[in-house]
């Protein structure tokens, strides 16, 4: 690896040339203008795999195009699918940015523009690391192939599809994703948990029309008042979730993973301080990391119903509406629990009030084992490339393209988070810090040497 | 008593005539194009008072005049305050109306016009009431006080500084008004009680800036959630509310009353019929006429916060609000509410949520004693107009002049209704039943006779 750790120091500045001539790409896939753009960041992207010699393929969609390429089989040892998106988040507000959003601009060790981290710098690791590889070795010791799609930030509507069709093409052992972040800085993670979500609206119906809350109030049964009892009997006073069977498939914390959240010595003061509030809350028994990546919530994400202008309108309301949702953690099953739900909704329900819920979405959490050989070969290879042994972190959001290789290719997703939280993703001065891009860089590529010593 | 009979037969189609000449008068008083109009009706009230020979005032506000008028002291005898408005609601929808609502139309025994009901024909009982004891006896039994507004239906904003300013011209041992309705057709009723009220707008903020529910949910306190639970905390399941001593000043229902209550017939399935339910609920253990008229309640009117657009957003909002109230029952103080209220709802506030309770208005219940001498000659007097005696009952609004009157001036109201719940008071299509007018009118006379006989 000496060869390649040369190659790396010299092409210091010619890596971070590329990374710029791509991050001067608006490629922002929700504003229709962008659409060339949109293409010339696909086609700058697919260059670079033709100019390794890779098999590389544009291919369209209903949407902006897919980038897909691949290096030459290897045999015995593991295949690898790199995802990546080099569309980006529109830039507003323009006038809080400090140097223009597509005018990638160098200030204490960072790189600034739109798409610095989110995803165009992370993905461009794994694009030079296989670089770095060939020039000096002549060949990869794995298969690697490469997914790089332009409509991640518009919700990725045409992977599925793609994935659908070309599920033999894009067999693989393992993904590796690097779009997430690291636990803080010089402190690299492997996200090896997310949770899953099960999302619902529920409306509930009362008398056929708004009544007169003097007249009617105390005998007719209130929808607003109904909708309140319902949510609230959602959770108890220790945040248990009280839907029967809810907790049955939960896969526990492990002591060890307990200890190992525990020892990142996470600040909750500063957490606080960061958004705003004077304490925290949640489930009994758990510490504010072990509730945000590994418990289930409930969260109502809105309600409505009745008057909400200025002063007083003494109305009973015909009608309320709540939006909401459950954060799964592996194996809870988001079918099994909005039956158990909406069987205790039903029996809560009292008379003069009809109830209809409504599954707006749901996916299984995600827990990639610690013990797999893949995850042990990433942990060497962040060693290798950042000088630290990386945390092993959950995180609470859910990424759906996570579930769809799972479900689709059959394959476990190695997380590698190149990022830092303070990244300014999807906000004005949006950065990536160029130290991290090289050390992603080098991790990645001792992560294809560190596959490569594993059987197929 | 027959010349006032005899009177009152000959003068069926006069007084029809004269009602319908008010009735054409379009007096919206929340349309600015309809101000002159207003005004004209008042003039009209005016010049009927001016008729009779009574001293007239028209009073001029910071809105829409009051008619006052007064007929001469009668020493040892008590003195009546009648209160009735000239100002109406908006015709509304429009195309919903059978014949127009300002061309007053004869059909099946009632007369459909906008206001026929509300108030024009019931406040003109005691006017055409007059009209017949001065014209057949040349003198009252009684000083007879008139405060005719027109804003009741925009609020009555400009009633509170007159009673202030007037109170020793407007002094009165009992103040009378016909603005409500029978129990039902044949069934002349007294209201002797209305709920009061104490109505609340409550704000919670959580963090700082809405924040993602899968990198916070679960540890960071959900305004919504915390809205739902201090909601649901107020009644329990059995309709009863928690607040802390909210029950300890509440007059309980006497087994008179509620005899009387239950020996109405109130049918319970065309009214769940009416309002277009399967089924009600309210306090255990009592029916629900008693909820309605009776029993305090908590209805909440209105809630909001978070996402209610289209699909599922994973947003845990930073603020909930919601407005409630609680209808009272005499003799609850919802000042003392208000207080016990808020420390119920602070102790109930979770880590990481900013409570804020406001206080939008408060009104207590009223309840007229039964053996009030007044109430009984108001009972004779009905059934000699009406020929059937009144039933007694409440009512689970507030009218919030009844508390004003009593506050001002310390005198009871009596609510001498001659509507019916059909009348389509406030919608298209209003009317007021021909034979309820004369009833009325009859009712009103006896009842000035009927004062007569008590002693000051």
Same mark, same amino acid.
């Given at each position: 690896?000496?060869?390649?750790?040369?190659?790396?120091?010299?092409?210091?500045?010619?890596?971070?040339?590329?990374?710029?001539?791509?991050?001067?790409?608006?490629?922002?896939?929700?504003?229709?203008?962008?659409?060339?753009?949109?293409?010339?960041?696909?086609?700058?992207?697919?260059?670079?795999?033709?100019?390794?010699?890779?098999?590389?393929?544009?291919?369209?969609? #209903?949407?902006?195009?897919?980038?897909?390429?691949?290096?030459?089989?290897?045999?015995?040892?593991?295949? +690898?699918?790199?995802?990546?998106?080099?569309? +980006?988040?529109?830039?507003?507000?323009?006038?809080?940015?400090?140097?223009?959003?597509?005018?990638?601009?160098?200030?204490?060790?960072? +790189?600034?523009?739109?798409?610095?981290?989110?995803?165009?710098?992370?993905?461009?690791?794994?694009?030079?690391?296989?670089? #770095? +590889?060939?020039?000096?070795?002549?060949?990869?010791?794995?298969?690697?192939?490469?997914?790089?799609?332009?409509?991640?930030?518009v919700g990725s509507a045409?992977?599925e599809?793609?994935?659908?069709?070309?599920?033999?093409?894009?067999?693989?052992?393992?993904?590796?994703?690097?779009?997430?972040?690291?636990?803080?800085?010089?402190?690299?993670?492997?996200?090896?948990?997310?949770r899953g979500i099960a999302y619902y609206e529920l409306r509930l119906?009362?008398?056929?029309?708004?009544?007169?809350?003097?007249?009617?109030?105390?005998?007719?049964?209130?929808?607003?008042?109904?909708m309140?009892?319902m949510l609230?009997?959602l959770?108890?006073?220790?945040?248990?979730i009280?839907i029967?069977?809810?907790?049955? &498939?939960?896969?526990?914390?492990?002591?060890?993973?307990?200890?190992?959240?525990?020892?990142?010595?996470?600040?909750? #003061?500063?957490?606080?301080?960061?958004?705003?509030?004077?304490?925290?809350?949640?489930?009994?028994?758990?510490?504010?990391?072990?509730?945000?990546?590994?418990?289930p919530t409930c969260d109502v994400h809105g309600f409505w119903g009745?008057?909400?202008?200025?002063?007083?309108?003494?109305?009973?309301?015909?009608r309320a509406g709540a939006k909401f949702s459950f954060r799964l953690?592996?194996?809870q099953d988001p079918k099994k629990i909005g039956e158990s739900l909406e069987?205790m909704l039903?029996?809560?329900?009292?008379?003069?009030?009809?109830l209809e819920l409504i599954d707006l979405h749901g996916a299984p959490g995600?827990?990639?084992?610690?013990?797999?050989?893949?995850?042990?070969? #990433?942990?060497?290879?962040?060693?290798?490339?950042?000088?630290?042994?990386?945390?092993?972190?959950?995180?609470?959001g859910s990424i759906p393209?996570?579930n769809a290789?799972?479900?689709?290719?059959?394959?476990?997703?190695?997380?590698?988070?190149?990022?830092?939280?303070? &990244?300014?993703?999807?906000?004005?001065?949006?950065?990536?810090?160029?130290?991290?891009?090289?050390?992603?860089?080098?991790?990645?590529?001792?992560?294809?040497?560190?596959?490569?010593?594993?059987?197929?």
């Amino acid at each position: 690896m000496d060869d390649i750790q040369q190659y790396l120091e010299q092409h210091r500045e010619a890596f971070e040339d590329d990374l710029c001539d791509l991050l001067r790409i608006p490629s922002v896939s929700a504003d229709s203008r962008h659409r060339d753009d949109l293409r010339q960041a696909a086609n700058w992207v697919f260059g670079q795999f033709k100019s390794l010699g890779l098999a590389a393929e544009l291919v369209e969609t #209903a949407g902006h195009p897919i980038v897909y390429a691949e290096s030459p089989p290897v045999d015995g040892v593991p295949t +690898v699918l790199v995802y990546g998106h080099y569309d +980006v988040q529109p830039p507003d507000p323009l006038d809080e940015w400090i140097s223009p959003p597509f005018e990638p601009t160098k200030r204490d060790g960072n +790189v600034y523009a739109r798409g610095a981290t989110d995803d165009k710098g992370q993905m461009l690791t794994h694009v030079k690391s296989v670089q #770095a +590889v060939l020039a000096t070795a002549g060949k990869l010791p794995i298969q690697i192939k490469y997914l790089i799609e332009g409509e991640e930030e518009v919700g990725s509507a045409n992977i599925e599809p793609f994935l659908e069709s070309r599920r033999e093409q894009l067999a693989c052992d393992v993904i590796v994703i690097s779009d997430t972040s690291q636990f803080g800085p010089g402190r690299p993670a492997i996200t090896y948990g997310l949770r899953g979500i099960a999302y619902y609206e529920l409306r509930l119906t009362g008398p056929k029309q708004d009544l007169h809350s003097g007249t009617f109030g105390g005998a007719v049964t209130n929808p607003l008042n109904t909708m309140a009892k319902m949510l609230a009997a959602l959770v108890d006073n220790n945040g248990r979730i009280q839907i029967p069977g809810f907790y049955g &498939d939960v896969v526990e914390l492990t002591d060890a993973e307990r200890e190992q959240f525990a020892a990142l010595s996470f600040n909750e #003061a500063s957490f606080m301080k960061q958004i705003g509030v004077g304490g925290v809350s949640g489930e009994a028994g758990f510490t504010t990391l072990e509730r945000r990546w590994a418990r289930p919530t409930c969260d109502v994400h809105g309600f409505w119903g009745g008057y909400s202008g200025e002063g007083a309108k003494t109305v009973l309301p015909c009608r309320a509406g709540a939006k909401f949702s459950f954060r799964l953690v592996p194996n809870q099953d988001p079918k099994k629990i909005g039956e158990s739900l909406e069987q205790m909704l039903r029996s809560l329900c009292p008379p003069g009030i009809k109830l209809e819920l409504i599954d707006l979405h749901g996916a299984p959490g995600v827990l990639v084992p610690l013990d797999n050989p893949f995850m042990s070969a #990433a942990a060497k290879a962040i060693e290798r490339g950042f000088g630290t042994a990386p945390v092993f972190i959950r995180e609470g959001g859910s990424i759906p393209i996570v579930n769809a290789f799972a479900e689709k290719l059959g394959a476990d997703t190695l997380l590698l988070g190149w990022g830092l939280d303070d &990244d300014n993703t999807h906000s004005p001065n949006e950065k990536f810090c160029l130290a991290d891009f090289h050390r992603g860089i080098k991790a990645s590529a001792a992560l294809w040497d560190e596959l490569g010593k594993l059987g197929a």
